[in-house]
């Protein structure tokens, strides 16, 4: 079957460096999508990776092992805007998305 | 990034009505909208995949009667709830991928629906 791992929710410190961990199981893979969520809005994208490497988009970066079935996504000098929730998604090869469940990151001062 | 627009933001309607919620894409044309339900503190979960000028393809447990879905043109997707009932009550988010192939989905602002 098709699945998404990562981790129920986190905590860090402003101004510090968090990484979320992302896990996938698909069929066929066309690439991991890392979305941000405020509680009572809509996703909205952060990044895609579909070779092997770090992507990196100012104070986010995201990485990608194919091989492994792993992604990460990094943030750094953490603010409090970005505590929402965060959610992985990996595109199989019918191009549809298989979302996590979502990871749920507090930022405390 | 392109622009996906939803409408209502927000409905609240009694049991047994029916609700439509709309879903454009305003800068760009978009051969598939998904449709997505989302509970409290839950992820999404993608209720069907709408193609324009097709039948819509529903996700296993979904009553294609009671959720309508219609696409109608490349810019245009809706869904309606019929017979809404409290259980209905959630936030319903729609996306959408463009003509030329982008990989990337644009979602709608979400609509949070409540039955009472």
């Known amino acids: 079957g098709q699945n998404i791992d990562q981790p129920t929710e986190m905590t860090a410190t402003e101004g510090a460096i968090v990484q979320i961990n992302c896990t996938y199981q698909?069929?066929?893979?066309?690439?991991l999508f890392w979305y941000q969520q405020h509680a009572g809005e809509a996703p909205t994208f952060l990044s895609y990776?579909?070779l092997d490497g770090l992507e990196e988009k100012g104070r986010f970066s995201s990485f990608l092992s194919r091989s492994k079935g792993y992604s990460y996504l990094l943030l750094k000098e953490l603010q409090m805007k970005d505590s929402a929730s965060y959610l992985c998604a990996a595109m199989d090869s019918n191009y549809q998305l298989i979302w996590g469940a979502g990871t749920k990151l507090i930022i405390k001062p | 990034g392109a622009v996906v627009s939803q409408h209502p933001s927000w409905v609240i309607c009694k049991s047994g009505t029916s609700v439509k919620i709309e879903c454009r894409s305003l800068?760009?044309?978009?051969?598939?909208m998904f449709w997505y339900r989302q509970f409290p503190k839950q992820s999404l979960m993608l209720m069907a995949t709408?193609?324009?000028?097709?039948?819509?393809?529903?996700e296993q447990g979904v009553e294609k009667d009671k959720f309508l879905i219609n696409h109608a043109s490349l810019t245009l997707s809706t869904l309606t709830v019929t017979s809404a009932h409290p259980e209905d009550s959630s936030f319903y988010i729609c996306?959408?991928?463009?003509?030329?192939?982008?990989?990337?989905?644009?979602f709608g602002q979400g609509t949070r629906l409540t039955v009472v």
């Open positions: 996306s959408a991928r463009d003509l030329q192939g982008h990989t990337e989905a644009f």
């Open positions: 698909t069929s066929g893979f066309n690439g």
């Open positions: 709408s193609n324009e000028g097709s039948k819509a393809t529903y």
């Open positions: 800068d760009f044309q978009a051969t598939t």
């Open positions: 990776n579909v």
